[in-house]
């Protein structure tokens, strides 16, 4: 069967989406595709950004091959899964512009794990992944449409919602090493949240681990990416060697938590590789930081997010450390290593002035602390379900209205426009049903 995987040409003007714009390695599209074709499938992996493609030619692209079936992303890359664009804009810009050319059309993603009905009707799309799509892809190449697999949701011929199972975590430990095209390598110089530095060779992505053990209130991970599991090392070290290979200076491990791992550091060490990570410092004893200092870290984003115990209470952030401990910590990893950034996110309990003066606190010894990022209630997250139970096809609309109406201000990453999710939606420009 020949089967195309596409990342949309993306838009987002508009969008209330803190993510970074550049573009990042799909890698939930490498690991379908790399299973696919070894279960003997014919794959086509574009990528708007890196193929520099519109979505009417991206649509022509796969029109041309001729698929049987048409996959295409609701977030940028699985990086930016637990903070998509609300809106299904781009999708759905690229779907009505590939107008029914593309076989059995099956959308993955944040959204359509969380809102599966709303996903299908806004995308007329005829199938919806529910969680990591790898494996599911596999099944549901295999049995063709129509068929009741875990982890899809489509549409019955009256139009009536069919779920099939909970969304699905894919068999990640023993995921093989991925290998992506050449032009996209070499048009990979976005080094992610390295800012040290201009970028110096080129950036890619991976991934060494996959959840996380903890269930901070904020974070969207309900539906997908949500149990902690490591990735056998031998693969990960494979796929870093085929990067390096290919002139790649610069990993970020998109992982959710990158844990303590000393036999992953010090195959790092060994390497010669730069890389940046997500994790939460409280976690890392100090010799542990040294020693991934010396293993070629050379960006950490912390997760910190409130100022006061309470403040981390109300999150479920379950941190044993004081600030004053938090703050000793953070200090010590930028001894170690040249850039690092405590996250913050906006909340009650956390006094403006308080913040200011730890910033620049933080400032002065070489940490930098962001300027407190908006909640957004992700339907995906606890902190949405607490608020309105459990997301139904208006759950999108519902958080960012709500978003919209709570804050007067977002933060410095953010458009300085947003607009509804309505609006957005509404600006599909390649066919007359949008």
């Known amino acids: 069967m020949r089967i ?68 295409v992303t609701t977030a940028p890359s699985y990086l930016f899964w637990r903070c998509p664009p609300p809106e299904l804009r781009s999708p759905r810009d690229f779907v009505a512009a590939l107008d029914r050319r593309g076989g059995l059309l099956v959308a993955i993603g944040p959204h359509g794990s969380a809102t599966p009905g709303a996903c299908l009707r806004k995308l007329d799309v005829d199938y919806v992944i529910r969680g990591e799509p790898e494996e599911t892809l596999v099944t549901l ?39 992506w095209p050449a032009q996209w390598i070499a048009a990979h110089t976005h080094h992610h949240h390295r800012f040290d530095t201009a970028p110096h060779g080129l950036g890619a992505e991976t991934e060494s681990s996959r959840g996380c053990p903890y269930a901070c209130t904020f974070c969207s991970k309900i539906d997908f990416r949500d149990n902690y599991r490591r990735r056998d090392l031998p693969a990960i070290l494979a796929e870093v060697d085929r990067l390096v290979e290919a002139g790649v200076a610069y990993l970020y491990f998109i992982d959710e938590i990158f844990l303590p791992n000393s036999a992953l550091l010090d195959a790092l060490a060994e390497r010669k590789i730069q890389y940046g990570i997500q994790t939460r410092l409280d976690l890392w004893k100090p010799a542990m930081i040294e020693k991934l200092g010396r293993s070629g870290c ?10 006061t115990e309470a403040g981390r209470a109300v999150l479920d952030k379950d941190c044993r450390m004081s600030t004053e401990a938090l703050t000793e910590r953070l200090v010590h ?47 995906s997250s606890p902190e949405y379900r607490a608020r309105w139970g459990e997301p139904d096809d208006d759950a999108w609309e519902r958080a960012l209205d709500h978003y919209l109406g709570q804050f007067d201000r977002l933060s410095d990453i953010q458009s300085n426009t947003p607009l509804p999710l309505h609006v957005l939606e509404s600006q599909c420009h390649h066919a007359p049903c949008c």
């Open 4 to 71: 195309a995987l596409v990342n949309p040409a993306w838009d987002f003007t508009g969008s209330i989406y803190f993510g970074c714009q550049e573009p990042h390695l799909p890698l939930e599209l490498g690991a379908a595709g790399l299973l696919l074709e070894r279960a003997g499938h014919e794959v086509l992996l574009l990528d708007g950004q890196y193929d520099g493609l519109t979505n009417p030619e991206l649509a022509d692209r796969v029109a041309g091959f001729a698929p049987a079936m048409t996959v």
């Open 141 to 179: 190449a295999q049995q063709g449409a129509w068929a009741d697999i875990p982890g899809t949701a489509r549409l019955d011929r009256d139009g009536g919602l069919r779920v099939t199972g909970r969304p699905q975590m894919a068999h990640f430990r023993h995921l093989p090493p991925l290998t």
């Open 298 to 307: 050379v960006s950490i984003e912390a997760g910190v997010e409130s100022l």
């Open 333 to 379: 990893a930028r001894n170690h290593v040249p850039f690092v950034q405590a996250n913050l996110i906006a909340t009650e309990s956390d006094d403006p002035a308080m913040i200011g003066r730890w910033r620049d606190r933080l400032r002065s010894q070489g940490v930098w602390a962001n300027d407190p990022v908006p909640l957004f209630a992700y339907p």
